[in-house]
C-alpha cells in the first residue's frame, strides 16, 4: 500500500493506495472492511486480541425520525464526531469492530442504516444519492451534531461528496473509501463487473456468491484462503432495496451525465482518500481523479509528493482514526523515496 499526502490551501488531501481492498460485509456477499490484508504475523496477533475488539451488535439501536422516515443509529464512544454512512447492501454493523474500537477511542462514532435498510423505514421519497446525503443531514440535525468526520465506502463515498456539496458546514473532514466522482470524468465499472453484480442482486444463487468473490477479493487472497464462506449480518435488507441501490450505483458510474467531478474544487476541508489498487468494483483511478480535483491541482507529477510504503493494515486503520483526530497520518513505517 502506498501513502501520499499533499498541503492545498492550509489543508491536507490524502491518498492512500493499498494494494489489496478487501471490502465490508453486505447483503450480497460483500466482506467486513480490511483496509489491506497485512502479514501473517499480524494476523495472528490480531487473532489474540479478538477479546479486546468491539461488539457493536451488542449496543442497542435507537430510533429517530427524519423526514418521511424513522432512521435506526447507534451511538458509543467518546469526543468529537465522527459519522460512518454504510456502502451498498450494508448494515450499518457491517464495519470492522478493529476499525470501530479505535475510532470510538478517541471519537463519538456514530453509525446508522440507510433508507430501506435494516430497521431503517424505505420512507416515500424515491432513493437517489442526493436523496440519501439530506437523510444524512437530517440525522445530524435530528442529533444536534452541528460538525462531524464523515466517513463513506463505495455507495457511501457518493453520499458523503453531496453531503459535503449541499451541507458543508456540517463535514469537519472527508474520509472517502472506494470512491467515485461518476460521470462522463469517472472510470465505469468493466461490462463484467457489472454483470456479475447484476446477477448477484437480480438472483443470488450459490454461483453468483462464488463469482462475488471474483469482483470483491483480489485472487491472491482468495487462493490463499480457500474455505472462506461469505458470512451474513443478522439485520436485513430486502431485494427491492438492494435491486434500488444496485441501480443507483450503476446510474452514478455512466458516462451520460456530468457527475459530480468539477464540483469537487469547491471542497476545501481535510480530505483523506483510500483506494485498493486492485480494486475492480470501483476502480483505483477514480480515487486520483477525486484527490486532483479536490487539491484544485491537474499537477501530476509525482516528485511533488511523499510516499511511505505500509504492509499492515492495522497501521492503515489507525491512520485513518489519526488523520481525523488531528489532520494527520503517523504511520510508523519506512520511507519509500
Not at 26 to 55: E, P, R, V, W
Not at 141 to 161: E, R
Not at 197 to 213: P, R
Not at 229 to 238: G, H, L, R
Request: aromatic fraction near 8%.
Amino acid at each position: 500500500m502506498y501513502y501520499r499526502s499533499r498541503r492545498i490551501k492550509g489543508h491536507n488531501v490524502i491518498i492512500v493506495s493499498i494494494f489489496s481492498l478487501v471490502l465490508i460485509t453486505s447483503s450480497f456477499g460483500i466482506m467486513t472492511i480490511h483496509y489491506a490484508y497485512g502479514q501473517a504475523s499480524q494476523a495472528s496477533s490480531d487473532k489474540n486480541n479478538n477479546a479486546n475488539l468491539l461488539n457493536v451488535q451488542n449496543i442497542p439501536a435507537k430510533k429517530i425520525h427524519v423526514g418521511d422516515i424513522d432512521i435506526a443509529y447507534k451511538v458509543f464512544g467518546k469526543a468529537d464526531p465522527i459519522l460512518l454512512i454504510s456502502g451498498s447492501g450494508l448494515v450499518m454493523d457491517a464495519s470492522d469492530p478493529s476499525v470501530l474500537r479505535d475510532l470510538s477511542s478517541n471519537h463519538t462514532v456514530i453509525i446508522f442504516d440507510n433508507r430501506g435498510v435494516g430497521n431503517t423505514t424505505a420512507g416515500t421519497k424515491p432513493f437517489s444519492i442526493i436523496q440519501f446525503a439530506k437523510d444524512t443531514a437530517g440525522l445530524l440535525d435530528t442529533l444536534k451534531i452541528q460538525k462531524a468526520d464523515v466517513l463513506g465506502f463505495s455507495m457511501a463515498s457518493f453520499i458523503t461528496q453531496e453531503l459535503a456539496f449541499l451541507h458543508p458546514e456540517k463535514v469537519n473532514r472527508l474520509i472517502l473509501l472506494a470512491a467515485s466522482c461518476g460521470g462522463k470524468e469517472g472510470i465505469p465499472q468493466s461490462p463484467e463487473v457489472v454483470k456479475i453484480l447484476s446477477s448477484v442482486v437480480n438472483n443470488n444463487t450459490l454461483q453468483d456468491q462464488e463469482k462475488l468473490l471474483s469482483v470483491t477479493y483480489p485472487l491472491t487472497w482468495i487462493k490463499s484462503h480457500p474455505n472462506f464462506t461469505v458470512p451474513q449480518p443478522k439485520e436485513a435488507i430486502s431485494a427491492s432495496t438492494l435491486k434500488q441501490q444496485f441501480n443507483i450505483v450503476e446510474e452514478w458510474f455512466t458516462t451520460n451525465w456530468s457527475g459530480v467531478c468539477s464540483h469537487l474544487s469547491k471542497i476545501s476541508i481535510p480530505t483523506l482518500v483510500i483506494t485498493g489498487t486492485e480494486d475492480v468494483s470501483v476502480p483505483a483511478a477514480n480515487s486520483l481523479i477525486i484527490a486532483e480535483k479536490i487539491t484544485g491541482s491537474a499537477c501530476t507529477d509525482q516528485g511533488s509528493w511523499t510516499w511511505t510504503n505500509v504492509s499492515i493494515y492495522r497501521e492503515t486503520q489507525q491512520g485513518i482514526a489519526n488523520f481525523s483526530y488531528n489532520n494527520n497520518i503517523q504511520l510508523n513505517t519506512p520511507g519509500r523515496g
